[in-house]
């Protein structure tokens, strides 16, 4: 396999701050790729939690962009996440809302676009600071057994 969730996670990241530094021209609405790109990101960085510890969880959680959901199962063994809790909350309404026209669809600004990513980036952080912990080596070292277990 090419890629994983963290890898396509810190493309996402790049795309939207590349996005967000661009001038937008007036026949553009607004950054709301790039808001998209940010819940993207900071589901992608959660995902890859469950698989780099080989974290089991149901089909809906795989399929699942709901932001919250997977925070909170990822709580149950990682409790220092909690604190990613606004942040996912507030990611948790661009996957959709920003991507698509409906009843909830508004145009993002520039500050929110900005405030999307510092929150998609404190998501990163928290991943990285469970991927780092030395508490946590064994358990990662586990979990890369049981992926390549043969």
């Known amino acids: 396999m090419k890629g994983n969730y963290y890898d396509i996670a810190i493309s996402d990241l790049h795309f939207a701050k590349t996005g967000m530094e661009a001038a937008l021209g007036e026949d553009v609405g607004g950054y709301n790729s790039c808001a998209a790109g940010c ?4 589901e992608k960085l959660l995902k890859y939690l469950f698989i780099l510890f080989s974290i089991p969880f149901e089909a809906r959680l795989k399929e699942s962009h709901n932001l919250n959901a997977l925070l909170r199962e990822l709580i149950k063994d990682f409790p220092e996440l909690k604190k990613l809790t606004t942040q996912c ?3 948790n309404d661009f996957y959709v809302e920003a991507r698509y026209p409906g009843d909830n669809f508004e145009w993002t600004d520039y500050k929110t676009a900005k405030l999307c990513y510092d929150y998609a980036m404190d998501i990163k952080t928290g991943v ?3 991927i780092k912990n030395p508490a946590n080596e064994k358990r990662l ?6 992926k390549y277990k043969r």
Do not use: F, K, P, T
């Open 39 to 42: 819940a993207q990101a900071g």
């Open 89 to 91: 909350r507030y990611l």
């Open 128 to 130: 990285d600071d469970i």
């Open 141 to 146: 070292h586990e979990g890369l057994l049981n």
